[in-house]
């Protein structure tokens, strides 16, 4: 099984699962967002280190760039693809068969668009609550000023 970062603090794939779950109101687990927003705050509470969190916010902030990535490949993909059935209709194929094709290539672009959607909002969120949780041991802990003295 391939090693996921931060797996010991946090599994991303099952609160991915749990986040578009959340979206769509069927959670089991959370009612309302605020509730899995704690959750993950009390799960990401237990990176120790500052260091420890910002290596996960670059994870989660180049995870995030590959998913963007791949949406813009796939919606390419897709035009490419209903282009050529168009072409088909063209030159007298089964016109209902090629429509019913490119129907299905649709409700494709459509599902994959909304799950490309909700894993970019969950990375987001998660940076989200990453950069909350640094700031407010920021300020719990502020940088030590160098103080003048004055005579």
């Known amino acids: ?6 797996s010991e603090i946090i599994n991303l794939s099952e609160e991915l699962k749990e986040y578009r779950k959340l979206c769509r109101g069927k959670s089991k687990k959370f009612t309302y967002y605020l509730e899995w927003k704690e959750y993950i705050l ?3 509470s237990k990176l120790d280190t500052v260091q420890k969190k910002e290596n996960l916010k670059h994870f989660l902030i180049s995870n995030n760039r590959v ?13 490419f693809c209903i282009t050529i059935f168009i072409d088909k209709i063209n030159e007298n194929y089964n016109f209902l068969a090629l429509v019913v094709i490119i129907l299905m290539v649709l409700f494709q672009i459509m599902y994959q668009s909304d799950k ?36």
């Open 1 to 6: 099984m391939k090693y996921a970062p931060y």
């Open 42 to 44: 009390k799960q990401l």
């Open 67 to 79: 998913n963007k990535n791949m949406k813009s490949y796939f919606t390419t993909l897709m035009i």
């Open 116 to 151: 490309n959607d909700k894993e970019y909002c969950f990375y987001c969120d998660l940076i989200e609550i990453l950069e909350e949780i640094t700031k407010e041991e920021a300020d719990i802990c502020p940088t030590p000023k160098q103080t003048t003295k004055t005579q």
